[in-house]
């Protein structure tokens, strides 16, 4: 995994301003709201770039990359090999088959014709065979997204003081509640598969997926559970955004539906309102500003660097090939 020393010529003031330009230039286009679920469609001032790399679930479904269990298989790292062309793989994306289904912990951009060993955690606890390949899937929902984001910003820091990253995630925390998911949901799977609750709710995603159709020229999205806004992402790329749109949405709903069987279960409470408060994305974005003046700058695992940076209420990644930030998010942090 990389060492925390920044020695290119951008060290580490270019890549915390990149992502702090790209937060200051977000305008919010349109917000939607169904049953508890509020979702903003952002735009940005920068200029829009015309993507290179494909996303995961492009690159698999064209057969330009093979995710497969590392020779000396481990739970936490899986290898990514590329062909003709780079590939955007986004935190919390998920992998099926191998030993084990996976999440992948941070954003990554991998350079073309190469063979990365990328940092996972484990999606489901009751498996482990010879399975070697991996399909790519759907994302895991939000609230997973921004725990794993949390554990890994959390590991980050930590490993400051030994000189190397390796991107971790706390995996008894993230088996635990993928056990809380099962429970809430009824759903019983012999190898405590978060993908199996996920399969419980396809038909209820489907109908909020059509609820909220992506507006022309949006770069970003920023989700709202009830009268919490409680994450943003942001892309350099309409046409990444275009991508990602009905995947962030499934999973921001996916949050939601976990959300209502919690409140139900009397394991959180009830919302005090309907919606989210009218300043709700400008004070999150003034929080990721302030906050991104005191960043963990690293290389990232594939191209350029991986930026981490928190507050009370906040957690923000980002991945960023200087000049630009290709993928910004700020999660609402738990407390």
Not at 22 to 45: C, F, H, K, N, Y
Not at 96 to 105: F, H, S
Request: aromatic fraction near 4%; hydrophobic fraction near 40%; proline fraction near 6%.
């Amino acid at each position: 995994m990389p060492s925390t020393s920044t020695t290119t010529s951008t060290g580490t003031r270019g890549p915390a301003t990149a992502v702090r330009r790209a937060i200051e230039s977000i305008q919010p286009i349109v917000s939607m709201w169904r049953d508890g679920l509020t979702v903003i469609a952002l735009e940005s001032s920068q200029p829009n770039r015309q993507p290179e790399e494909l996303t995961l679930d492009q690159a698999h479904a064209s057969a330009a990359i093979e995710v497969t269990e590392s020779p000396m298989q481990t739970v936490p790292t899986v290898d990514a090999i590329t062909k003709a062309m780079p590939v955007l793989i986004l935190d919390g994306d998920t992998i099926i088959g191998g030993a084990q289904n996976r999440i992948i912990n941070i954003s990554i951009l991998l350079k073309a014709a190469s063979t990365t060993s990328i940092p996972v955690s484990c999606l489901e606890m009751g498996r482990w065979n010879s399975g070697r390949r991996f399909d790519a899937s759907r994302p895991v929902d939000h609230s997973m997204r921004r725990m794993v984001a949390q554990q890994v910003t959390r590991s980050v820091h930590e490993d400051r003081t030994s000189g190397e990253v390796r991107y971790a995630a706390d995996q008894g925390a993230i088996w635990h509640e993928i056990g809380e998911r099962q429970a809430r949901s009824s759903t019983h799977s012999s190898t405590q598969a978060l993908h199996d609750v996920y399969r419980s709710e396809e038909r209820t995603l489907g109908e909020m997926l059509r609820a909220f159709p992506m507006p022309p020229g949006a770069r970003g999205i920023a989700v709202g559970l009830h009268n919490e806004l409680v994450g943003l992402d942001l892309f350099d790329s309409a046409e990444t955004m275009e991508r990602q749109w009905s995947r962030l949405v499934g999973s921001a709903a996916s949050a939601l539906l976990d959300r209502q069987r919690a409140i139900a279960a009397g394991a959180a409470p009830k919302p005090k309102h309907r919606g989210l408060h009218g300043d709700a994305l400008d004070r999150m974005l003034k929080r990721a500003t302030a906050a991104v003046g005191k960043p963990t700058v690293a290389p990232s695992v594939g191209l350029g660097h991986d930026v981490r940076f928190s507050a009370p209420k906040l957690v923000g990644t980002a991945l960023v090939h200087y000049p630009r930030a290709i993928h910004v998010a700020l999660f609402r942090a738990a407390v």
